[in-house]
């Protein structure tokens, strides 16, 4: 979707090293997630946003850290990769402070520890 | 806390046949309900959506589903697919407790044969 992307696609990364994930978003919404996806979990939430600086924690956020200091960004930081964070990982905004509830998407980036 | 449960991981069909995949929902509190639709190597698009009064909710490509608070279920059905729709379905529970966070199923995979 055109109001949101994420970057990189695709990264391949060793095991230990910190690695950032970013999300942008050009629909000013106060609400952003990041997911990851693995086969046979769905999708499970690490950590979301509700505004400039106020994060939380989902459910996976262990060896997960967050940052949100604009509105448009929101970045998922790994602070020292493992093999267990090989997944793809999702960004969404919702779209609840106007009124339309759900999620968008964006197109995820394809995360590879070795 | 709020739990979906996709009761089908796989679903092959074979093509102009009808299809329903199945969506159950726990939840202590209201929630609002989603299907989602995620194509290879795609991001998760928005099928449509349950927030109040009429229990069928008809979404885009087809689609449509029923709310049964009774049953707490959620069912997508489509009367005749097409090999387009071979995809990964994902119903979602959406908690009204100011985080606006979605909790997924795992997901089922729809396969539409020719």
């Known amino acids: 979707d055109a109001g949101i992307t994420q970057s990189p696609r695709h990264k391949v990364t060793e095991t230990g090293t910190p690695v950032t994930l970013r999300c942008h978003q050009t629909?000013?919404?106060?609400?952003m997630y990041w997911y990851r996806q693995d086969p046979g979990h769905g999708l499970r939430l690490i950590h979301y946003?509700?505004?400039?600086?106020?994060?939380d924690k989902g459910e996976v956020s262990d060896g997960y850290s967050v940052s949100r200091s604009k509105t448009e960004d929101f970045l998922l930081t790994l602070e020292s990769a493992t093999s267990s964070q090989t997944s793809v990982y999702f960004c969404?905004?919702?779209?609840?402070?106007?009124?339309?509830?759900?999620?968008?998407f964006g197109s995820g980036t394809r995360l590879t520890v070795v | 806390a709020q739990s979906v449960t996709q009761l089908d991981s796989q679903v092959p069909v074979f093509e102009e046949a009808p299809v329903e995949l199945r969506c159950n929902y726990s939840?202590?509190?209201?929630?609002?309900l989603f299907w989602y639709v995620q194509y290879p190597n795609q991001g998760l698009q928005l099928l449509l959506k349950?927030?109040?009064?009429?229990?069928l909710v008809k979404g885009i490509n087809g689609f449509e589903a029923e709310f049964n608070k009774s049953q707490t279920s959620f069912h997508l059905r489509k009367p005749s697919v097409h090999i387009s729709d071979t995809a990964e379905y994902f119903c979602?529970?959406?908690?009204?407790?100011?985080?606006?966070?979605?909790?997924f199923g795992k997901g089922t995979k729809l396969t539409v044969n020719p």
């Open positions: 969404a905004i919702s779209g609840r402070d106007r009124g339309n509830y759900g999620y968008t």
């Open positions: 629909e000013n919404h106060r609400y």
């Open positions: 946003s509700y505004g400039v600086k106020d994060t």
């Open positions: 939840s202590s509190v209201s929630v609002y």
């Open positions: 349950y927030l109040s009064g009429s229990t």
């Open positions: 979602a529970v959406g908690l009204l407790d100011g985080s606006e966070k979605l909790v």
